[in-house]
């Protein structure tokens, strides 16, 4: 059995139902050429989690050195990893369908569009070692009063906001204080907590613009100002108290990169004279750039969420060559691991995360490593497929393996989150505690 992993673009499609009368639009590029298809084992019986698990160890000693700035006695934190675990069955769940929550993007509303089995939306995560409870959206909302929270980056960010918004809605509905340019920027408050939520549209993280629509694969293909944070989020998040980043697959379409307003490599772009740098050197190069600008940022006292990559599932096949997501079952932490694109990624990630966080300490800035990764690669079954629009609809990526469907796994995402927020409260409080002791 192979399982193909070409991770691919997608379109930013804004949602009928949200804000009527924009033009849908779908930008869908993908590329074909630039990834050698990635054949994975299922089933691999004797190294399983080999990878996740070398790599945990790295990102662990990041947080080794909390002891430094010994702000923190290290055993008051809670031990257990828990991003690091197994799906179980839940049969509560969901905590929402799509009759309850208006809010659901049209392309990720699977039941709407015929999904026939709802046994993907039956399960939750749980760490080894410890209990990760389900999203309380009431704590959640106390805990966020009157606090600030952005989304930046592309549309899976959206998908999870949008997830969020469902699952608070138990509590409360947002009011759309302001968007521009339809849904790619959208401030909400939640007016009994006055509690902000906006997402800010930045495929990239870095400026970019499209300077060729079809490009070497008919994919596009981009300028990335590599050493530019793009201005559509940085100069808009000095006051959010939250900002979670993420990014991933616009990386793999042809790319031009710009440093010191030169063009010093490239992804993909068959262009002469230019070398090609693989899309890995973009993706690495947006994130440092991301985060020094956050750690420049001089007014900003919120922490900094990286969201780390959230893999697709595409099998037997590209995602324009038959390629899908047909299971109907979360993988067991045993059966798959992470590889090939998604665990290059996700290695960039920690690499440039551990450095940006260093960084922080020095100046006072937080970031946190959310490592939905591992969670996110066991989920296969919780893809939209070809559930996201009508069967005779002339999309282009007809097989979504990229989105997840609402309710889904990505609704667990907020129970991480959830659990980060009530970490920070523990950690804050620690704080003062040593800071009366010292005085
Ligand atoms: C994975 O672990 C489960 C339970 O621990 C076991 O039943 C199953 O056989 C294992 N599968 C593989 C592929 O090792
Ligand atoms: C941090 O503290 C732990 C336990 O107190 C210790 O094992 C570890 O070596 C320390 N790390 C650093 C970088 O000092
Ligand atoms: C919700 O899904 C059902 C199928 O489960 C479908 O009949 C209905 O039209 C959907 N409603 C909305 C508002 O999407
Ligand atoms: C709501 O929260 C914002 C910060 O997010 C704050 O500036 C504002 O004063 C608050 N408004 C009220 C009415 O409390
Ligand atoms: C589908 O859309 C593409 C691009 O818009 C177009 O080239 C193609 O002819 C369309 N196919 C059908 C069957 O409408």
Redesign the pocket.
């Known amino acids: 059995m192979k399982f193909q992993a070409m991770e691919l673009l997608f379109g930013k499609n804004t949602p009928k139902q949200m804000i009527p009368k924009v033009t849908l639009l779908a930008i869908f590029a993908i590329l074909v050429f630039t990834i050698t298809p990635l054949s994975y084992p299922l089933?691999?019986?004797s190294s399983?989690m080999k990878n996740i698990k070398q790599i945990k160890q790295q990102p662990s000693s990041a947080f080794d050195d909390l002891n430094e700035s010994s702000s923190l006695p290290s055993s008051s934190i809670k031990k257990c990893d828990i991003f690091n675990g197994e799906w179980v069955a839940n049969p509560k769940a969901p905590y929402y369908t799509n009759e309850t929550c208006w809010a659901i993007h049209e392309h990720q509303n699977c039941m709407k569009y015929g999904r026939p089995d709802s046994e993907f939306l039956k399960w939750k995560w749980r760490p080894f070692g410890c209990e990760l409870p389900v999203f309380n959206p009431f704590q959640f909302l106390e805990i966020v009063r009157g606090k600030s929270m952005a989304f930046v980056g592309d549309s899976v960010g959206r998908n999870q906001m949008q997830s969020m918004i469902c699952l608070l809605s138990r509590v409360e509905w947002p009011i759309v204080v302001s968007h521009r340019e339809n849904d790619y920027f959208m401030v909400w408050n939640y007016p009994t907590y006055n509690f902000t939520l906006s997402s800010f549209w930045t495929p990239h993280l870095v400026r970019s613009k499209e300077s060729d629509q079809k490009g070497p694969t008919s994919t596009g293909l981009f300028n990335l100002y590599i050493d530019e944070p793009d201005e559509n989020w940085i100069t808009q998040i000095e006051d959010f108290d939250y900002v979670i980043l993420n990014g991933g697959h616009w990386f793999t379409r042809s790319m031009v990169f710009h440093e010191n307003q030169k063009i010093v490599g490239c992804h993909y772009c068959l262009l002469e004279n230019v070398p090609d740098l693989t899309m890995y050197h973009g993706y690495r190069r947006a994130f440092r750039t991301a985060f020094k600008a956050i750690n420049n940022l001089k007014n900003f006292k919120g922490i900094t969420f990286l969201r780390t990559f959230s893999p697709s599932h595409f099998e037997n096949g590209i995602w324009n060559q038959g390629g899908d997501c047909v299971r109907r079952k979360p993988f067991?932490?045993?059966?798959t691991e992470l590889e090939g694109v998604g665990l290059e990624f996700y290695m960039i990630q920690l690499e440039e995360f551990k450095v940006a966080e260093k960084e922080g300490r020095r100046r006072g800035k937080k970031f946190r490593l959310y490592d939905v990764t591992q969670a996110t690669m066991l989920r296969p079954d919780g893809h939209p497929s070809r559930f996201g629009h009508w069967p005779n609809e002339n999309v282009t990526l007809y097989n979504d393996c990229v989105h997840w469907c609402l309710p889904g796994p990505i609704d667990t995402w907020s129970d991480f989150l959830l659990d980060m927020l009530k970490m920070e409260g523990v950690r804050s409080a620690e704080e003062r505690r040593l800071h009366l002791k010292t005085n």
Request: charged share 40%.
């Open positions: 089933f691999r019986y399983t067991r932490s045993n059966e």
